[in-house]
C-alpha cells in the first residue's frame, strides 16, 4: 500500500518533507540539501522542518530556504531498547501526525539516525510513504532498528557498498542513489587559496 502511494506520488505534484534535529551540520545535510535544491519543481514540493534551533538554521538562511520549526520533546535514538522506544513513538505521534497532516506531506525524507527512528512510524502509519536515506554501512542487528527500517516504502543506499551491509531481508527495499554534488569550480586557483585561507592552513597543504 504504501508502495502504491509513493508511486503515485511521483506522477503529481507532491509534498515530501525533508526533517532535520538542526543542532549539526556535515555531509549528510549537504547532501540532503543539494538534493532538495535540484527536485523537479514541477513534480514535488519539498518541505524542511527543523527540531531545533542550530548550525543548520544559519546554513538554511544563507541557502535561501524557508523552514518550519517544530520542538519536540525527545527522539528516538540509539542505543535502542525494545521497552522504551514504543512509548516515545507513542507519545509522539500526536505531533507529528498533526504536522502531516496539516501540510498534506505526502512523503517523508529522513537523511539521519535520529530522524528516521523518530519518524517512520508516524510516517508509516498514517500511509505516508517513508524514504529511509542509509548513507553508512554496518547497519547492525538491532532488531528494533530493523523492525522500523521494514516500516520505510524505500530506503536509499548511497553505494553498493551500504546496500551490501544492510540485513538481507531489508535488501528489496534498498535502492542505491549516489550522492548529489556540485561541479569543481571554474578558478581552482583562487578556490583553493579561499578555503586554505578560511581554514586557516598553509599555503603547502594538499587538498583533496
Known amino acids: 500500500m504504501l508502495l502504491d502511494r509513493l508511486r503515485h506520488a511521483m506522477r503529481r505534484k507532491t509534498t515530501v518533507l525533508f526533517p532535520f534535529v538542526g543542532d549539526t551540520i556535515g555531509g549528510s545535510h549537504l547532501s540532503a540539501l543539494l538534493l532538495l535544491q ?3 519543481r514541477r513534480r514535488f514540493r519539498p518541505r524542511i522542518v527543523l527540531h531545533e534551533h542550530g548550525p543548520l538554521e544559519g546554513h538554511l ?23 522504551e522506544h514504543p ?33 517512520v512510524t508516524a510516517a508509516s502509519q498514517h500511509s505516508r510513504g517513508h524514504v529511509w536515506h542509509q548513507r553508512t554501512p554496518g547497519f547492525g542487528r538491532n532488531t528494533f532498528k530493523r523492525e522500523l527500517a521494514g516500516r520505510s516504502a524505500r530506503i536509499v543506499c548511497i553505494s553498493q557498498y551500504v546496500r551490501r551491509s544492510m540485513p538481507e531481508d531489508l535488501h528489496e ?36
Open 87 to 119: 512509548a516515545r513513538i507513542a507519545r509522539l505521534d500526536p505531533v507529528l501526525s498533526r504536522y502531516l497532516r496539516k501540510h498534506r506531506i505526502a512523503i517523508v525524507h529522513t537523511n539521519d539516525l535520529r530522524m528516521h527512528a523518530t519518524w
Open 38 to 40: 535540484h527536485l523537479d
Open 173 to 208: 527495499l534498498c535502492k542505491v542513489v549516489a550522492n548529489p554534488f556540485e561541479d569543481p569550480p571554474k578558478d581552482e586557483a583562487h578556490a583553493r587559496e579561499s578555503l586554505l585561507a578560511e581554514l586557516k592552513l598553509h599555503p603547502s597543504t594538499a587538498l583533496i
Open 61 to 83: 538562511r544563507t541557502l535561501g530556504l524557508d523552514h518550519d520549526l517544530l520542538p519536540l520533546p525527545e527522539y528516538v535514538t540509539s542505543p535502542f531498547n525494545d521497552e
